[in-house]
């Protein structure tokens, strides 16, 4: 016999074992009871459960209706083909570890879960916080994130799935030429917290990545040629006189609004993938500019953001603050301004910002803006293991005073400074942050955005499709170099 149970009443009955027998209800929670009868101690029962869903009834019961015409076991062998054959067109897994073998393999599946089937589109984690309690929301797509996860796509021999999300990317375009912060699987653009300037660099650098690794198809450069034209001159022209970096945006974090340095990579990533475009493309007048217009980028970052005080870089420049944090940093000494921003509002201002932050890996690794071998650039990466290494259960957190669920390590930044020890050559200690990720996958085999600070249990998002791809992209960068 089977009860149900809809509404806000739910979870009780579920708990209590009572159902009230409501076939709808306003509220989206529901609950299943079966009483079985003749089932002895040990033995099992299998029980399938056919849900569907659609945008009116009438499409969710076609849906369901076409379910239940089949067995559950063929829709499961016809599921367990469809992965198999997945993986099959992979490139297998460069490492004969187990425990990295099966991680990897997981990997790819989650990245390909994350990567919508219709529209390409590829999201940053399945919804966890769906009414926005203590975020904003991750089921979105980034252009940032996935710039990374379709070069490990890349590297897995998955390439047409960043195609795809590349044909997809240039419908998100704005007719500024502008990629704004995050978008919906169809490319409308979601809520936001305004530019990332990143974002839409991130996507240009990423479009070059795959146009390499493809062979360099004409095809895939003429349908992309417009949009990085377009994306090409927005943030040409987003640059600061007076600094020589991308104007002030929102950080890669989301948090806070400054002429970052991270940002400034991500734009002379962009820019020069852009420039090779217009190479390819004959126009060698766009090729030249927006070369130039790198250079002095790459320039500035070492002539602007270099804070010698901490052997780093800063992690920006022009760092809005509040006017209580301005009015504290200019009695001690700081130096700052006051600037009026549309209908009277001000905006505070301090010069520097000298927080050390994960991201700073990023002016090296991927974008090049400052080469691995560069003093600066191996300073800041050891400050950055020093300073942000949680020290209870090991990793790199975001930054020196990250607060988001309470500071914990992260595993793509403990995987982001492994990329930058593999192309150090410092091998040993790049393995030992690939084998942090290893170790702190959930029971499933699956990856998190980060790793409880106190117990080293999982904590928060699962899975985090930017954390696989770091992992798939750390595994391979040490695998091409034999150290795997």
């Not at 690794?213 to 640059?239: C, I, N, T």
């Not at 766009?286 to 790459?298: M, N, Y």
Request: a negative charge.
């Amino acid at each position: 016999m089977q009860r149900l149970s809809a509404g806000g009443g739910a979870w009780f009955g579920a708990e209590s074992g009572w159902l009230n027998g409501n076939e709808i209800d306003m509220q989206p929670d529901g609950a299943l009871k079966w009483t079985l009868a003749g089932v002895e101690p040990g033995e099992t029962v299998e029980i399938p459960v056919y849900i569907a869903a659609g945008r009116s009834r009438e499409a969710a019961l076609k849906a369901l209706t076409l379910a239940k015409s089949r067995d559950s076991e063929d829709w499961f062998r016809e599921m367990e083909a469809y992965w198999a054959n997945y993986l099959a067109s992979a490139a297998a897994c460069p490492s004969a570890d187990e425990a990295i073998s099966a991680l990897y393999e997981r990997s790819l599946l989650a990245m390909k879960l994350m990567s919508d089937e219709e529209t390409g589109t590829i999201v940053a984690a399945p919804e966890f916080d769906e009414y926005h309690t203590r975020c904003g929301g991750y089921a979105y797509s980034w252009g940032r994130d996935a710039a990374f996860v379709t070069t490990a796509f890349n590297k897995a021999g998955l390439g047409s799935l960043s195609e795809k999300f590349y044909d997809w990317a240039v419908t998100a375009q704005e007719p500024d030429g502008s990629w704004q912060q995050r978008h919906y699987h169809d490319g409308r653009l979601a809520p936001s917290w305004g530019l990332q300037i990143d974002e839409g660099s991130s996507l240009l650098w990423g479009m070059w990545e795959y146009y390499i690794h493809s062979g360099q198809q004409q095809d895939f450069l003429d349908r992309m040629w417009p949009a990085v034209e377009k994306g090409a001159s927005f943030v040409a022209s987003f640059l600061d006189p007076d600094t020589g970096l991308p104007l002030p945006s929102r950080d890669l974090w989301e948090e806070r609004e400054a002429e970052h340095t991270y940002s400034a990579a991500a734009v002379f990533g962009g820019l020069t993938a852009a420039s090779h475009f217009a190479s390819r493309k004959g126009r060698d007048d766009l090729a030249e500019s927006w070369a130039d217009a790198a250079q002095r980028i790459a320039e500035a970052i070492q002539s602007r953001c270099w804070n010698e005080a901490a052997s780093s870089y800063y992690r920006g420049l022009k760092l809005t603050v509040s006017k209580e944090t301005y009015e504290a940093a200019i009695a001690r000494g700081q130096s700052g301004f006051v600037q009026e921003r549309g209908k009277g509002y001000l905006r505070y201002v301090v010069d520097h910002d000298p927080v050390i932050d994960v991201s700073l890996l990023g002016v090296s690794v991927p974008f090049g803006a400052v080469s691995v071998e560069d003093a600066r650039m191996a300073s800041t990466a050891d400050r950055i293991e020093q300073l942000l290494t949680s020290p209870k259960v090991g990793g790199i957190k975001r930054y020196e005073d990250d607060s988001y669920i309470g500071g914990n390590p992260w595993i793509l930044t403990t995987l982001w400074l492994g990329h930058y020890r593999t192309l150090q050559g410092r091998y040993d200690d790049a393995r030992q942050l690939l084998d942090y990720a290893v170790r702190n996958v959930t029971p499933s085999g699956l990856l998190p955005e980060q790793v409880d600070r106190e117990t080293g249990e999982t904590a928060w998002v699962v899975p985090l499709t930017w954390s696989h791809a770091m992992f798939v992209l750390a595994v391979h960068l040490l695998a091409e170099r034999g150290e795997l």
